[in-house]
């Protein structure tokens, strides 16, 4: 288990650089997270400077018996901008309490405090740790015990941030990803809204509420980060799942990441509020200007990466059918009904009898809160990936599917009604 590197002008092409962090004595190395030490408050660094850079990682020991891991957090230090690291002799800074599951650590900035903030996994909850110097943290509090969903798999990736609404209003949101026993079925990422004084996060919902940021079964591990000068809160998801990741059968690559999403703050009509998503605007430039445009009913020869974009009308009990690939089976089926969206997920598997047959083919129903009759539609396929936004975002799918043909004709069909663009991406 290593950190991998790769780096982007434009978070769309990606350069493969050298491994950043290999295994050592105290074992493998997880996931984490990075912060610009410009202060150098860690003392590391000579000086004060903009490329002072810190890597907080998981430090994860398999035990000769069998027994689960024992994890503790660590840190390394760049000052070339991450191509190159050196690890802190005195790992591991924060030891492990006897817990069975404690990795992942996000570290930020917490402006009105003047301190630093790291949250990270405590099995079934988060924990959340004070530090002014980036090497002695103290644990604050914890949150999660009776909140949300929790099943046998453990949270993962915690994330926690800040996003105001159009308004200006302001609101946290912390993101776990729940490794297994969410209804996709499978791993999944859950989200909270609240608030967030600098060492308690309350949630502002039922302690029951399950509010899922992404309702396919590929969306996990999602980590965002701060797109100064702009404001933007933009965010990266590991494409896959827990039930069949170490059993997909491909050639070249085993696994993938979405496309980069800004995350924004929208207001539910019952006063609360929503996480929504909608594609980096560098996707706007990736794809240009729309090459043909598409009515349900008709269908459409595609390459195997376009973008389809437009707003469909569904009245009560109109369906739309959306079938991708040149296939034999509609992926995605949507019906309005009085008060909400049903949308039918299917994927199919082509191959034998294992893991990855078994566990990647489904169908299965989401419902959606239906605002009014259009629906607003924004769709990626890239080579099999598939990821939709609907109601401007408010609601995420993502899927990985593995068809015969990446390319081959794309089709709306059914009783709605509806003009979409289909944009093709002339990106090398």
Known sequence: MHWGHAV??????????????????????????????????????????????????????????????????????????????????????????????????????????????????????????????????????????????????????????????????????????????????????????????????????????????????????????????????????????????????TRFFRGVMTLPRDLYLGDDLAGGHFVGQRFAEELDQAFGLPDAELRVGESCVAPAAFRVRGRALLRTGDTLHIRLFDDDYDQFTIQRNEQAYEVLLERRAHGGDDTFSREFPHRYTVALPASDADLDFDMIVDSGAVELLLDNGRHSITQLFFPRSVTGAVRFAGSASGTFALFVSRKE
């Open 8 to 249: 982007s002008d434009d978070l769309i092409q990606w350069k493969n650089m050298p491994i950043a962090l290999a295994p050592d004595a105290l074992g493998n190395i997880f996931s984490g997270s990075c912060v610009l030490d410009v202060r150098n408050d860690s003392g590391l660094f000579p000086g004060a400077s903009d490329s002072n850079m810190l890597a907080f990682y998981t430090s994860s020991l398999p035990q000769s018996d069998g027994s689960p891991d024992f994890q503790t957090q660590s840190v390394a230090w760049s000052t070339n901008g991450g191509v190159t690291w050196e690890k802190l002799p005195g790992n591991p800074i924060i030891g492990n309490a006897l817990r069975v599951c404690f990795r992942d650590p996000k570290v930020f900035w917490y402006e009105p405090g003047a301190y630093w903030v790291m949250v990270l996994t405590h099995g079934q909850t988060v924990g959340i740790y004070c530090s002014t110097d980036l090497m002695k943290w103290e644990l604050a509090s914890e949150f999660g015990e009776g909140q949300g969903h929790h099943s046998a798999g453990p949270w993962e990736c915690p994330d926690l941030f800040e996003l105001k609404n159009s308004g200006g209003k302001s609101r946290w949101v912390l993101v776990v990803g729940v490794g297994d026993g969410c209804p996709a079925p499978g791993s999944g990422t859950q989200y909270f809204v609240g608030s967030f004084d600098g060492t308690n996060f309350v949630s502002e919902g039922a302690s029951d509420a399950t509010r899922w940021l992404d309702l396919g079964r590929d969306h996990y591990a999602t980590q965002s980060w701060f797109a100064a000068p702009s404001g933007r809160r933009v965010a990266i998801a590991w494409m896959s799942n827990w039930r069949y990741a170490r059993n997909t059968r």
